[in-house]
């Protein structure tokens, strides 16, 4: 089991006034994404327990990808990762983050 956490520093908070959001179910090789907005609106947490080991650097780029592409300031993030492919962890952050803004 391999945990990462990242920190970065955006340009502006999340739109929206959700609290929290879910999104994705740790089954199937897929994973489930936590969302909270608790931290300060220029900050992002991404937090990552995956059982696949040695991907870390895979990781980092899809957490940069998503925090470039959707500033999503203020918010910490926790992924239960159950083995899924990186194209699927982008669909899952940017579903969870729609949640937040307020979104179906």
Known sequence: MESFTFRHTTQKPLAGTKA???TGVVASGNLEVLLERVLPADQCTIEIATPVVGYGDVWEAV???FVA??????????INDGGARPDTV???????????????
């Open 63 to 65: 957490a940069a990808d």
């Open 90 to 104: 982008s669909l899952r952050l940017a579903q969870g983050a729609r949640l937040m803004e307020g979104g179906r």
């Open 20 to 22: 929290q959001a879910i």
């Open 69 to 78: 592409r959707t500033q999503p300031g203020g918010l910490r993030i926790a």
